[in-house]
């Protein structure tokens, strides 16, 4: 061995034989992992070939079992997923078909019109209101049954259509009348309970089945009946045509009474009746004979005409919440978007029949002089239902309200009762 006598070459050899040492080390480990990880890759290997040399064969009978196992399962989801589909694809496939068209022109709602009579700011906001929509705007004074407005009278003196669910009206003042419910009373639904309030706001169709097969449908008729249904409303009104009610109820596979009460199946209303009808709910229960003036001298020398007075005064409290609830918060509440200045109580309708779809609604409202009603009926389509009706009713009011036409009521009633003092 050779020693490094001291000094700074000495040193510096020293250096770089302990670098050399250190890498020689570095590379000894280095190898030695790597030949460890080869071994353990090539033992796992060879394990694997004794397993696989080792596995058990089943035979071809069990063989053909497990795959047969395999394919049911598989073929079971495949079949479950399938009808699931197919049952999905019928919800979100079907519908109803629909010729009638919901929009016409302007021009075409008010062709043949006679409007002399009429009182012009309610016959602009009628016809504002229903813009372009295919249907009639029929507003009538529910204290003498003079009739303001009557837009596209053609369709509103027509032999009219299914009354919808409008039907529920009369049908909750005859079991009011019999004494089948007050509007407190939890009508058994099959599972839930419901009043008549809900019922009318939500315009619920099991409710009035129920109250329709206890009424029966003698009682359902003679009350329909002395609410002018199947009976001319107007008086002397040219090309007014009936609308009917039937001699019998419909068949069970039509739905019987029940059907009846609940979309007014086999009825034929025209929206003169349920503005009558509408009109006497609105006075306390008198139903007068609609009247529609044609010339000034005929508004000036016009008399109230009385059909027969309803013994329904004190039931109609009770019908008041359910009419109020649905503007508020049930199937009328599309009418609140345009107008919240008043109480507006009303009823919506909505059902189709050979491919024409009908949207009603019929309100009176509370203003400050007095009570205006209101009833709406579109035909068409898709895009026409009840609340489409009830929301051109909230601009119908909306545009009588810009237009003051309340006030102007208001003190015209102030002056006419000074001047009948004086």
């Known amino acids: 061995m050779q020693f490094c006598k001291s000094g700074r070459g000495c040193r510096e050899k020293m250096g770089v034989r302990v670098r050399i040492r250190n890498a020689a080390v570095m590379l000894a480990v280095v190898f030695l992992l790597l030949g460890s990880g080869f071994g353990t890759s090539v033992s796992r290997r060879a394990a694997a070939k004794r397993h696989a040399a080792q596995k058990i064969v089943e035979s071809a009978r069990t063989q053909r079992r497990i795959a047969h196992s395999s394919h049911s399962r598989r073929t079971a989801r495949v079949v479950k997923v399938a009808r699931g589909r197919r049952a999905r694809g019928r919800r979100h496939r079907y519908y109803e078909h629909f010729t009638g068209n919901s929009f016409v022109e302007n021009d075409a709602l008010t062709d043949g019109d006679v409007t002399t009579g009429e009182d012009p700011i309610v016959r602009a906001a009628a016809i504002d209101a229903l813009g372009d929509m295919n249907g009639t705007a029929v507003a009538i004074d529910p204290s003498n049954g003079r009739i303001l407005a009557m837009v596209n009278q053609k369709l509103a003196l027509s032999a009219g259509a299914m009354p919808c669910s409008t039907i529920k009206l009369s049908v909750a003042l005859a079991g009011l009348r019999e004494g089948l419910i007050t509007k407190d009373t939890m009508v058994n639904l099959g599972g839930w309970r419901m009043n008549l309030t809900q019922a ?106 009385i059909k027969r007075t309803l013994p329904i005064g004190d039931v109609l409290p009770q019908m008041q919440d359910g009419m109020l609830g649905a503007t508020s918060f049930g199937t009328a509440r599309s009418l609140r978007a345009s107008f919240r200045e008043m109480p507006i109580l009303g009823k919506t309708g909505t059902c189709s029949k050979d491919g024409m779809r009908f949207g009603w609604f019929t309100s009176y409202a509370e203003t400050n002089y007095g009570r205006i009603v209101t009833v709406f009926f579109l035909e068409g389509g898709r895009p026409t239902f009840g609340p489409k009706a009830a929301e051109l009713t909230g601009k119908f009011y909306r545009s009588l309200y810009d237009h003051s036409y309340f006030a102007v009521k208001a003190n015209d009633s102030v002056r006419g009762a000074v001047g009948a003092s004086q």
Request: with cysteine; hydrophobic share 35%.
């Open 200 to 305: 009318i706001a939500k315009s619920n169709n099991v409710y009035f089945e129920v109250l329709g097969r206890r009424l029966g449908f003698d009682r359902v008729k003679h009350y329909a009946n002395e609410f002018g249904l199947g009976e001319l409303a107007g008086y002397g009104i040219q090309g007014e045509h009936l609308g009917t009610y039937p001699d019998e109820v419909i068949s069970q596979a039509e739905g019987g009474v029940g059907r009846m009460c609940s979309f007014g199946e086999g009825v034929n209303m025209t929206p003169l009746q349920l503005g009558a009808l509408t009109a006497a709910i609105a006075n306390g229960g008198t139903l007068y004979y609609l009247q529609h003036p044609t010339t000034p001298e005929e508004v000036v020398e016009f008399q109230p005409r």
